[in-house]
Every structure is written in C-alpha cells, then in structure tokens.
C-alpha cells in the first residue's frame, strides 16, 4: 500500500512538472514563423537555396525568425541590427556549435577548429592559427610566397590560347600559397590533374554541408541516411584523409633530423613540434587527428572562398565595363604598366578598395552563416529563445536589405566611398549592414588572409589583362546565377580568354 502512494504521488509530481512546463513554453513569447509540418517542422520550406528561401520568409515574418526544423528550435537573423544583438550583445551566449553530420563525419568528429566546442581547446587552435599564419608579421613574412604563386599564375594566364576556367586556375594558386606557408612546398604542379580532382572534392562537400540533413534535427532518423548525406561524407572524407595523412606522414620523414626533432619553418612542423610537447596545461597536447582536421580547415576554407570571391569579383567586373575602366584606370596611375601589382600597392587604390567591399555585400562567400547554438536562453528584442537553438545569420539577406541599403541589388561600388550610404563601412565584423566573415567571437579566424589574397589576385587580374567572354557571348548576358551549397558558388564556372595588357616583361621578369 505504502509503494502504491508513494508510486502515486511521484507521478502526480511528474505530470504536475510536465503540465508546468508546457504551460511556460506555451506563455513564452517565440519569434515569428511559418507554421511547422508535424514532426519534420519548415523543414520543406527552406528550398534548394536556403539563403533566398529565408530571405523571403523574413520579407513575412520579420528580420527575427523563428523556425522548427524537425525537433530542432532555429532562429534566424536578417538585419544588421538582430545580427548584433545575437553576435555582439549575446555573443557569449552563442560562441558554439551545435552538432550536424558535417562536424561529426569529415571534420574528424568536431577536432577541428571551425566546429570545435568553444573552450580551451578551441582558443588553443585559433591561437596557432592566428600567430602562425593570420597575424600580421605573419601575413608579411610569407608576402613573397604569395608574389610568386601568383607570377605562376600569371605567366599560365599571358601564355593561354584558348578559355580557361577561371576558378579551377585560382584555387589552384591559393592552394599552392597556403600548402608553401603551411608546409613549406606546393601541392600541386603545374598542369596537375589532382588539382582538378581537389577541387571537385571541395565542391562536393561544401555542397554536402550546404544540405539541412533530416538527421541533424530528426536524431531518431540520423540512422536511416534518408537523403544519403551521411554516406557520402564519409566516403569523401576518406579520400581527404588519404590526402593529409600522406602530407603529415611525409613531413614528419622530410622534417626529422639526426636527434629526431623537427625543423619548425612552416606551420605544420609547429604543428608536429606542440605533439611532444605541453602546448598548453590546461588545454594538453596536440594529436595527429587534430592537426590532420586543421589542415582539413585550412585548405577548404582557406582556398575555396577566396578563390570563388575572385570568381565572382570578375563576373561582376567583366558586366560592369565602365567600373571595370575606372578601376584600371586607378591601377595604372598607382602601379603604372611595367610591373605587377603587389600588395603594398593595396592601400593606395581607394576606388578598387570600395569595389571590393561592394562583392562581399552582394557575393559573401558563406551566405548562411555557420551555425551557432544557444548554451541558454536569453531573451532577444523581447522574444524567447530557448537554451538549445540554432541559430543561423543570414549574411546574403542582410546584405541586400533594403531598409540599410539604396538600391540593393545594383553593384554600385561607389556607396562605400565619400558621398555614399556607407563611406566608412569596413567588411571585418565591426559593421553588421555587411559581414562576410561572420562577427564576433566565430569570426573566420582566416579573414585577414582571405582579405589580402581577394584583393591582391583580382587586383592583378583587373590590372594584367583583357578579358573576353567568347562564343559571341555578350557580358549582359553572362550568367549569375548561384550553385546551391554552403559556400556561394557560380552555377556555372566563369571561362575567359585572357589577353595580356601591360609591357612583356611585366609578366616574364
């Protein structure tokens, strides 16, 4: 009788809880959204483009959004001023990332940088990576691995005959400048077909990690693959192993010396040196794994992005034939024609600067920022969002916000400059009208690289050479239309001829 009262009143208590909490959940204030579908919520809803499919449900519910994406809470950013207070006011509270297929199955089960939990081990990563490649003295010190990539590039450029596609020739140099500085030689040699292999690669998963995989917010269903997702990021993420066990392998036999210690002269000797020893005593050592997911990070999100940006910098200019003549026009009163230009010519190209700015606002790399997850609720422009929400910043659809910028979808460059609605916006993460690498403590710990190479190659490209369409193609014509995936891809690749403008020894010196 005494275990029947007691089972009795233990389960009064519990449904008492149960009906407590659901009556709070229900008082509580959630942001706008579409109705959900039972169980597999606005799942549908998002399209082949979530970007756009988003920017179009906040022209309905508001720039605050608040989405079920099967058992999953999301909220969704598409203002500057909500971007800042999820990424500046609550920054803190948003500074992980909550878990998906991606992470899990290529990113070596979240060893990486880019998806690590934030916390010691993650300062730790960001701290290597910031020192050793992405500072200052650091950006300065390999200035000429980057000249001399781009002169190969160039030369392949002055010696073509025939169309070359634009973006396979470009993440090719900025593979080959990231793999000298990381690990002190080049990846790929000229005309080498594992370039055009890589690149595939990249494509494919940035494409994978693009999808809203049913079971990143079904788990139950995580199992069944229903969209086969999860086998094919595994099967691609063999193929990168293979590729950066072969390079960690080979640098440590390249690297050792009679005593067995490594030469540290590039980052991934570094990398290898912090194995045996106590990189941090709270955060411990590094392991094979974690150096294998930062080179992983390293040469997707460190080469992809920049090399499509150009891509897309390009397309613009080649439309746009009067921006095109007064950017060149900068260029040869700064840099003259009988030299390249290089990147302390940078600062002093104020037009071409604003240009620059002008493709991130309209052509951000990462459109959909990557996701973050709320490690408790908090309350934002006096809605809920509840401890365990993911939230996702619309950086495509801020930047084409009509309510922050005249005429949105026009590239004009020269609203950055004096006279224009932002004159002195920057694209660093301090201005949230435009941020293309994200804002606060996430922010692409790669920028400042990423910054120089998009401004040092288009400058170069603007500057060395005439560029036809051919085909009888008309610029006005040329598609812009962009490939679905987590990075903003050309649907179609750019295929230009290139004709050298400046003096011959310009390119051959």
Request: proline content about 6%; overall charge positive; aromatic content about 8%.
């Amino acid at each position: 009788m005494a275990s029947f009262v007691l089972y009795s009143l233990l389960s009064a208590v519990f449904l008492y809880s149960v009906f407590i909490t659901l009556r709070k959940r229900h008082r509580l204030r959630f942001p706008p959204g579409p109705k959900p579908w039972p169980i597999i919520g606005n799942l549908p809803d998002m399209g082949p483009m979530p970007h756009q499919g988003l920017a179009a449900m906040a022209k309905v519910y508001g720039p605050l959004m608040h989405l079920r994406l099967g058992f999953v809470d999301v909220v969704v950013a598409a203002s500057a001023s909500v971007a800042a207070q999820f990424l500046k006011v609550h920054d803190s509270n948003f500074s992980s990332r909550p878990p998906n297929a991606g992470a899990k199955y290529v990113a070596y089960n979240y060893q990486d940088l880019v998806f690590a939990p934030y916390g010691k081990r993650w300062r730790l990563l960001r701290k290597i990576c910031s020192v050793h490649l992405f500072s200052g003295k650091a950006l300065d010190d390999f200035r000429h691995v980057r000249q001399e990539e781009l002169r190969v590039l160039v030369r392949g450029f002055a010696s073509a005959k025939t169309k070359v596609d634009l973006g396979q020739l470009l993440n090719v140099c900025n593979v080959n400048s990231l793999g000298r500085v990381m690990m002190g030689q080049r990846v790929f040699g000229d005309g080498d077909p594992r370039a055009e292999e890589f690149k595939s690669m990249v494509v494919e998963l940035m494409e994978l990690a693009g999808v809203f995989n049913v079971g990143d917010f079904i788990p139950a269903l995580e199992w069944a693959d229903l969209q086969g997702v999860q086998g094919k990021m595994k099967k691609l993420h063999k193929r990168f192993d293979r590729l950066l066990s072969g390079i960690l392998e080979e640098h440590k036999i390249k690297g050792g010396e009679g005593d067995g210690k490594v030469k540290q002269t590039d980052l991934l000797s570094r990398l290898i040196a912090l194995e045996d020893l106590d990189a941090d005593a709270d955060a411990g050592k590094l392991t094979d794994t974690e150096i294998k997911a930062l080179l992983l990070n390293m040469f997707i999100a460190g080469t992809d992005t920049s090399s499509s940006t150009v891509e897309w910098a390009m397309a613009e200019l080649i439309r746009h034939p009067k921006v095109m003549a007064q950017v060149r026009q900068e260029l040869d009163s700064v840099v003259g024609q009988d030299r390249l230009v290089s990147e302390s010519d940078l600062p002093n190209l104020t037009y071409f600067q604003a240009v620059i700015k002008e493709i991130f606002r309209l052509h951000p790399s990462t459109p959909l920022s990557l996701p973050r997850i709320a490690s408790d609720s908090c309350e934002i422009n006096g809605y809920h969002i509840p401890k365990g929400a993911t939230l996702l910043v619309n950086v495509w659809a801020i930047a084409r916000d009509p309510n922050e910028w005249n005429n949105p979808l026009e590239f004009r460059p020269e609203r950055f400059l004096p006279g224009g609605e932002r004159p002195n916006a920057d694209v660093k993460g301090n201005n949230f009208e435009v941020i293309p690498f994200g804002a606060g403590r996430r922010i692409c710990a790669g920028m400042s690289l990423g910054l120089r190479m998009v401004q040092v190659l288009t400058a170069t490209l603007v500057h060395g050479f005439d560029w036809e369409l051919g085909d009888g193609l008309l610029a006005e014509k040329l598609n812009m239309e962009e490939a679905s995936g987590l990075t903003l891809h050309r649907a179609a690749p750019l295929m230009v001829l290139p004709r050298v403008r400046l003096s011959k020894h310009a390119y051959y010196y």
